[in-house]
């Protein structure tokens, strides 16, 4: 599996997390979609100095070969994906109680 | 760099008291999942090759299973700084939304904000339905 592929899956598993599982929905919400662009925004400086100087070095061939800021495409996937669970996670979390 | 990121998003807490830090066993509780799902994807990426560090660049602590010790570090402090910011924003959002009245609390803050509980909001939509 190419990393391309392993970001589609994790997307998809986030929404499905956010949507189905934990019936969060923060992605048809406002809250989200102002928080997000914030995050991107620092996610494309911080990975862009990471993948700049050559920190952390992908294959070439893992994935589809777009880049934004140095990093790979998919990076903005993961990167979703990572920040999509942690919050419907917690707002899950702060509604059970 | 992370400690850039914490810096950037911890003064969130004082300022907006947002009251995440506060609720240390929720964070610990979101943190736990997400450290072990990502980091198995980590260490699958790493193992599938799509992948790897310069280990000159990094401080050289080596964790079980053979990632740096900075991703177990970005796998905590990205999640913080998302849910501080997260928190931020509803936060300041909630606060326009009362101060101008405009739809009401209870609508805005369960739909738009994502608070209350969603079945419920789904059997109104039924009834508005028929």
Known sequence: ?97 | MLAGCLLAALWLEPVLRVGVLRQWRRLLLTLLPVVLVFGCWDLAAVAAGHWHYDWAQLVGVRLPGGLPLEELLFFIVIPVCAILGFEAVRKVLGRRVLGRRVLGRRVLGRRVLGWGAPHRRAASEDRCGR
């Open chain 1, 1 to 97: 599996m190419t990393y391309t592929a392993a970001v589609a899956l994790g997307v998809a598993g986030a929404l499905l997390l956010d949507l189905l599982v934990l019936r969060t929905r923060l992605v048809v919400g406002l809250a989200f979609w102002c928080t997000y662009p914030i995050i991107l925004a620092f996610q494309l400086a911080a990975n862009g100095v990471l993948t700049g100087r050559g920190v952390v070095r992908y294959d070439p061939a893992a994935i589809t070969g777009a880049h934004l800021v140095y990093a790979p495409i998919e990076d903005i996937g993961f990167g979703f994906a990572l920040v999509l669970t942690t919050l419907s996670i917690w707002v899950w979390l702060g509604r059970r109680r």
